[in-house]
């Protein structure tokens, strides 16, 4: 099975590294982070800049079946890059439906950068 991973940097080597959460409290492991969803995957490769406060924040919801970004704090950067990697599974444990987990360092199988402008779509401002 092959997973994705997004980032809003690109890497080499995917290291674990401790999760803010965007589920329950197994969403906040010392991990790295994959889905089986290509389309949740995408939202990671978004970067979330502070507001004038210094404060980000956004979660993950879904609209008719399309996982969406929701922007509670801060904005996002639309002209620049984002990365989405694929993974193979066998180094990861399945944690809930969508979501994997491996506690050692991943090299991907590929890269593919993302232009944040095509993914305008998947985010809601407040």
Known sequence: MILFHGSSVKLEILKPNQATGVGNENDRQFA????????FALLFTISVTPDETGTSSWKTITQNGIPKMKIDAGK??????????KLDSKK?????????VSY???????????????????????
């Open 92 to 100: 990861f444990q399945q944690i809930d439906e969508i979501q994997f």
């Open 104 to 126: 050692e360092p991943v090299k991907p199988l590929s890269c593919e950068e993302i232009d944040l402008f095509e993914l305008q779509h998947l985010i809601i401002k407040k």
């Open 32 to 39: 790295l982070y994959a889905t089986n969803s290509r389309d």
């Open 76 to 85: 996002v950067d639309m002209n620049g890059k984002g990365f989405l990697y």
